[in-house]
């Protein structure tokens, strides 16, 4: 910098750098850490955060909490006769389907396989209720075209768990909700259980 006689600055040189796209690489890595690559939900890992922060925040605002488990029914059937390629289009459909039916407050990941969790904040056992049949039956009456053939359907069988007490926590309550979703795989699939 070049400043005159009066101490007031005349002439500045510098350099400029564009980090433009590398801010968007940064963006796109963050991104890539919380999401599932294949069907853009979040990941486990990225859920569990989420689902612990609102875990503490229904503790202290005294607000209901609910999660649902689910899991696609005869999905190993659906990769064996169709290819992973479907069944690839399955599990991206569960995750659409699941976005376009839930709110925007619900938080969805892939938990692993052809397994899915949804966190419902500020939601009571009904609620929940009503919610996993909502999910069900629209996830049910999904078709995926294939080309010259008959459209693939595919069903969920969903577990349900509500906050009981201020003692639950993230784990107690994917457990219960995986106790519920067995229940509901055993008593024939395409159905919702819930426990408290």
Same mark, same amino acid.
Do not use: M, W
């Given at each position: 910098m070049q400043r005159d006689e009066h101490g007031k600055a005349t002439r500045m040189c510098g350099t400029h750098t564009d980090i %433009?796209?590398?801010k968007l690489l940064e963006e796109e890595l963050r991104r890539q850490? &919380?999401?599932?690559?294949?069907?853009?939900?979040?990941?486990?890992? &990225?859920f569990m955060e989420r689902a612990e922060q609102e875990l503490s925040r229904?503790?202290?605002y005294g607000k209901p909490l609910s999660m649902l488990m689910l899991d696609i029914d005869h999905f190993k059937l659906i990769n064996d006769r169709y290819g992973h390629k479907v069944g690839d289009t399955v599990l991206k459909a569960v995750a659409d389907l699941s976005h376009a %039916?839930?709110?925007?407050?619900?938080?969805?990941?892939?938990l692993g396989g052809e397994e899915f969790a949804v966190l419902l904040p500020e939601t009571d056992?009904?609620?929940a209720l009503d919610a996993a049949e909502r999910l069900r039956e629209t996830i049910a009456n999904a078709r995926i075209p294939l080309n010259?053939?008959?459209?693939v359907s595919f069903s969920v069988s969903i577990g349900v768990s509500s906050m009981?007490?201020?003692?639950?926590?993230?784990?107690?309550?994917?457990n219960r909700a995986d106790?519920?979703?067995?229940?509901?795989?055993?008593?024939?699939?395409?159905?919702?259980?819930?426990v408290g």
């Open positions: %433009t796209e590398r850490a &919380h999401v599932d690559y294949l069907t853009g939900v979040y990941n486990r890992r &990225h229904a503790h202290r %039916t839930l709110r925007d407050v619900d938080i969805l990941g892939r056992q009904p609620a010259g053939g008959e459209p009981g007490s201020v003692e639950d926590n993230i784990d107690s309550l994917l106790k519920a979703l067995y229940e509901a795989k055993g008593g024939g699939r395409n159905r919702f259980c819930g």
